[in-house]
């Protein structure tokens, strides 16, 4: 009984210790347009209508518009929604530009560690474990952090310019959950007494917040 117990667990460690997207089958598998995922990739388009411009994307090439955001910054995902070649094969990059005062604001990304790069401007980088530690650091070009999977983070820039950064992912599309938004502009909205009794505070508090989210 236990050498069979023993044979099943052995059998199961490589499942058990998969922290990131499973590796792929093939050399690529592009995801084919207007398709829907299964399994969390897409099917992939027929090869001979591959072509070298599935494997290259522009979507960093520009600056992005930090201006529309209250929190003047803007994330530009190459995901695989964005960027099909990566389908299957379990890894994306983010680039954030941040003006100057900009926050990306505490997030957690359920399905990856992030690995980040500061290439212009000094940002503040900081995370929280789940027993409630505080780990940050201010970054300068050329310097990278990290932030083990799905703990809550931030970036802000705390320098006198404007800050660009690039981040890297485990996960073909590692997923985002804004902590602000994702209790405070939810559809519908969480009950407000739900809200006012989790930060102990009075239900006029909860709409003033809800309100800046429109
Ligand atoms: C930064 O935290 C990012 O998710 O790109
Ligand atoms: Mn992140």
């Known amino acids: 009984m236990a050498a069979i117990l023993f044979l099943v667990v052995l059998l199961l460690a490589p499942f058990l210790s ?4 499973p590796d792929p089958l093939m050399d690529f598998c592009i995801a084919e347009p207007d398709s829907s995922p299964s399994f969390a990739s897409f099917p992939c ?3 001979s209508n591959v072509t070298s411009e599935d494997f290259f994307f522009n979507g960093f090439m520009n600056e992005g518009d930090t201006s529309s955001s209250p929190y003047r910054s803007k994330v530009t995902p190459g995901n695989v929604l964005t ?3 990566l389908n299957t094969l379990g890894i994306s990059m983010n680039r954030v530009d941040l003006a100057i005062n900009g926050m990306n604001p505490p997030h957690s990304h359920p399905r990856s560690s992030e690995v980040g790069v500061v290439i212009s401007g000094k940002v503040l980088v900081g995370f929280v474990t789940t027993g409630n530690v505080y780990y940050s650091k201010v970054l300068i070009p050329g310097q990278m952090f990290v932030i083990p999977r799905g703990l809550v983070h931030f970036q802000k820039n705390v320098g006198e310019t404007k800050a660009l950064v690039f981040t890297a992912f485990n996960s073909q599309n590692p997923g985002v959950v804004i902590l602000a938004t994702t209790l ?3 559809k519908p909205p969480i009950p407000d007494d739900v809200l006012s ?3 102990q505070v009075d239900s006029n508090v909860i709409h003033e917040i809800e309100s800046k989210f429109g």
């Open 18 to 21: 998969h922290a990131s997207d």
């Open 45 to 47: 388009k027929p090869a």
């Open 83 to 85: 960027f099909p070649g």
């Open 184 to 186: 405070f502009a939810t």
């Open 197 to 199: 009794q989790n930060f």
